[in-house]
């Protein structure tokens, strides 16, 4: 064996051994979005070019928790103090919606010399690398909400007990510029019966709920959405109607979206949007 077929077999050795350890983190090019997704699997944050959003002034119905949550943020991007943040309740209401809108009407509102606002996505099965994304983002010269959507936790799933470590920052505290947003129909992340259950078979069922239910105190910010009137739900499809210049006689416009919310069974900002989807295919106007 020459040299040059060891010195082949050694880069080819090398390789296999690196392919064996954790994937490298890729330094991420915060300023290709103002929106990123990350990949756990990568370590590394994917940027979204075109963001799945509405405005914000086309969020109706929750107007409180609306400007909770616009201040919450704003002292946030700002430097100051401001809180984790737990949007939960009924579905369709418009909590992902509103985390989006408000990212979105404060990056345009920044000033020169304030830090970039990037809004970062993490999935619900990722979240328990929550730890390394924000080791990633720590040192940045960026704010960041990091947002998960849909977050709860079943039976026998421990990832919560990441996602209680890096709410509290452990020895070095949550990170000057990082907070976490979480959108959930649980009020406390735990469905009710596992809730129960643990009551009921625990040895200490107190202490072994509160360990579990103690995850919802980490954020400091509860915002409940809950289900909207007839009034609220026509003026969420009049909005849409108004925004989209969908030229509808109103009194046909209610009665088909009465109807509409019939069928489906339910009231909510994400029903009076489906409708507005099926008016526009229907009159051959573009909601793009």
């Known amino acids: ?19 064996l350890g954790p994937p490298k983190s890729s330094e991420p090019d915060f300023s290709a979005a103002d929106c990123f997704v990350w990949d756990a699997e990568r370590l590394a944050l994917n940027p979204v070019k075109r963001v799945n959003r509405v405005d914000l ?21 700002r430097g100051l103090p401001s809180n984790n943040v737990l949007l939960w309740g009924a579905r369709g ?13 404060l990056s345009t509102v920044l000033k020169d010399g304030d830090p970039p606002l990037k809004l970062v996505e993490i999935h619900r099965e990722d979240i328990d690398t929550l730890p390394k994304l924000m080791v990633l983002v720590r040192d940045a010269a960026c704010n960041f909400i990091l947002f998960c959507d849909d ?12 996602l209680k470590a890096a709410l509290e920052g452990g020895i070095e505290g949550r990170p000057d510029n990082v907070v976490f947003y979480a959108t959930s129909n649980r009020r406390h992340l735990l ?3 596992m809730m129960e259950n643990e009551r009921s078979t625990a040895i200490n069922p107190h202490e072994t709920v509160e360990e579990k239910v103690s995850l919802s105190d980490r ?6 959405f809950h289900k909207c009137s007839q009034d609220e739900y026509i003026a969420m499809v009049e909005g849409y109607a108004d925004h989209h210049k969908i030229n509808f006689p109103r009194e046909k416009l209610h009665h088909e979206a009465l109807e509409w919310a019939t069928t489906r069974g339910s009231r909510s900002g994400r029903v009076a949007y489906q409708f507005i989807q099926d008016l526009a295919g229907r009159l051959g106007i573009s909601l793009k």
């Open 191 to 193: 469905p009710r019966d």
């Open 1 to 19: 064996m020459n040299d040059n077929d060891l010195a082949a077999k050694i880069e080819r050795l090398i390789a296999a051994v690196e392919k």
């Open 57 to 77: 002034s086309l969020i109706r119905g929750v107007d409180h928790v609306r400007d909770i949550l616009f201040d919450n943020t704003e002292r946030f991007a």
């Open 151 to 162: 977050l709860s936790f079943d039976h026998d799933d421990t990832s919560y007990k990441s």
């Open 93 to 105: 209401m418009g909590k992902s919606s509103l985390v989006k809108a408000v990212h979105h009407a």
């Open 219 to 224: 954020f400091g910010l509860w915002l409940g």
